[in-house]
């Protein structure tokens, strides 16, 4: 019989690898599970998203979700689909990450829930800080073969030279042991029955099943179980989770509400279709009711509107996406003049990031800036006041959306959060006046 949550993943296309006997040990019982989080950054992007709704299934069909955070395994690095050796961060540092990843983890698991499968939130930092290195020599490496460990794809790709590797330092190749060391700890303090998390992570976390099989020789009971989901990719074959500015992060410090929801709403239709099954909880109905919806009218984009909403709810709230929504409508809005200086004035730069800038002395823009300076003298928004002035001409000049003409005067009453103008040439070409 397959298993609820199991199958719940499957259809989301989120299984990729599982270990015989998985489906039957979620059957059984309550059974916690873990993934673990490297603390590379204080935060986490949208990468991580695919962990944290898969521990969020796995509350919901009623077992017991584990977030580890790799405080100890931070300090090395993981050398899987990595082809070079990363840097490795001071311990100030890292516990500084892992301060925030656990604030980003707080908002979608509730650690201080007190329901029979309550999430858990651990460091393995915790066990492994007073494991000396020949108590791990003795007690963990013995058990696993170097043979072994040189089988994992991870390690045969970064020793054979491929893709322009460099080797492996011990460090790395001794990873896996301490990844599998988690899995033993918590198997053995917390009864934890399963890990998962990405594709890429099959060795490490076969590594950890084997060590709890050879660490309880002897008990019929140490079954340890692993499944991994894919790893998520673009269509077009860049990678998933960056837009020009860089990684999307769940922190709205780092990645503002506004170019969250954009994000998603930019989705191509081949990926549409396959993250508003993996990153949302609609159920099967529901999302198979919107692809066909989308397939018969592409152009109204119901798919990417509804996923970006459906993220953005999740990730941030209600409150956040209607401002993001409010924002986005905004640059075709009737009541543009009005709408737009309701926005504070990091939303109104994210409105107009990537729009060309200039700045203008305040004591210009009160004594009156005529648009000839506007568009070329002070600005050079246009080439030439040759340019500038055939522009006007053509009535093709707007200022704040309301079109003007060379007889116009830029003063104080057009400055947007006492600071900007926005200037149209056509319906294609925004420039920024800063008044400084």
Request: proline share 2%; net charge negative; aromatic share 10%.
């Amino acid at each position: 019989m397959a298993n609820a949550f199991v199958e719940e993943l499957r259809w989301r296309g989120m299984v990729h690898d599982i270990m015989p006997g998985t489906e039957e040990q979620l059957d059984k019982e309550m059974t916690s599970a873990y993934i673990g989080f490297d603390p590379t950054s204080d935060s986490l992007h949208i990468g991580s998203l695919v962990p944290i709704i898969i521990l969020v299934h796995l509350e919901k069909a009623g077992h017991k979700p584990v977030a580890l955070i790799g405080g100890a395994t931070g300090m090395i690095g993981d050398p899987s689909g990595k082809s070079d050796e990363r840097n490795l961060l001071d311990e100030a540092t890292l516990n500084h990450n892992v301060a925030g990843i656990k604030s980003v983890l707080s908002r979608f698991l509730d650690f201080n829930s007190t329901a029979k499968n309550a999430p858990v939130l651990v460091n393995n930092y915790d066990w492994m800080k007073t494991f000396s290195f020949i108590d791990f020599a003795r007690d963990v490496g013995k058990r696993i073969t170097v043979n072994y460990m040189m089988a994992k794809d991870s390690v045969k790709k970064r020793l054979s030279g491929e893709e322009g590797n460099v080797g492996m330092s011990f460090t790395e190749f001794t990873y896996q042991l301490i990844q599998g060391y988690d899995f033993y700890h918590l198997h053995k303090t917390m009864n934890c029955k399963l890990q998962m998390g990405g594709s890429d992570q099959w060795g490490n976390i076969t590594t950890g099943t084997e060590l709890v099989r050879r660490m309880n020789v002897g008990d019929d009971k140490a079954k340890a179980y692993a499944m991994t989901c894919p790893l998520i990719t673009k269509a077009d074959g860049s990678k998933f989770g960056k837009s020009e500015g860089g990684n999307v992060w769940l922190d709205v410090d780092k990645t503002s509400v506004y170019k969250f929801y954009q994000f998603w709403l930019n989705s191509s239709d081949e990926d549409a279709e396959k993250y508003i099954k993996i990153f949302t909880f609609l159920d099967k109905e529901t999302v198979e009711a919107l692809i066909a919806e989308h397939k018969e009218n592409p152009g109204f984009r119901a798919l990417q509107k509804r996923l970006a909403e459906e993220v953005t709810t999740f990730v941030h709230s209600k409150d956040a996406l209607d401002n993001a929504i409010k924002a986005s409508g905004i640059l075709f809005s009737k009541d543009f003049k009005n709408e737009i200086r309701q926005l504070d004035e990091s939303l109104f730069l994210d409105v107009f990031e990537g729009v060309p800038q200039a700045e203008v002395s305040m004591d210009k823009i009160e004594a009156g800036l005529d648009m000839i300076a506007a568009l070329s003298a002070e600005t050079d928004f246009l080439g030439s006041n040759g340019e500038a002035r055939r522009a006007l001409k053509e009535n093709s000049v707007s200022v704040n959306k309301d079109k003007v003409t060379d007889a116009y005067t830029i003063t104080t009453q057009d400055l947007i959060n006492d600071k900007y103008i926005v200037i149209n040439r056509g319906k294609k070409s925004t420039f920024i006046i800063k008044a400084i």
